[in-house]
């Protein structure tokens, strides 16, 4: 299965979730911590990077996210 592939499968899942979620679950009591700065990813990308990572052969996710998952750095 390609990245683009498993991305949209995962991305079709997470539009219904977050909406589940907004009217099924509690509101958060205080929002996450992000330390000032912006959240870069979306968690249905999260996901999609997590599950390449366990279906590929790479050890550590440091090696595969340099790999495949960061294509510009970010300062």
């Known amino acids: 299965m390609s990245i683009l592939t498993l991305f949209c499968e995962i991305d079709d899942f997470f539009l219904p979730y977050e909406k589940w979620k907004t009217t099924k679950c509690l509101p958060e009591a205080r929002p996450i911590e992000?330390?000032?700065?912006?959240?870069?990813?979306?968690?249905?990308?999260?996901?999609?990077?997590?599950?390449?990572?366990?279906?590929?052969?790479?050890?550590?996710?440091?090696?595969?996210?340099?790999?495949?998952?960061?294509?510009?750095?970010?300062?």
């Open 34 to 75: 992000t330390r000032g700065r912006p959240r870069h990813l979306h968690p249905s990308e999260v996901m999609t990077l997590v599950i390449a990572f366990h279906q590929s052969n790479y050890r550590t996710l440091k090696h595969f996210y340099s790999r495949y998952g960061k294509k510009v750095p970010i300062f």
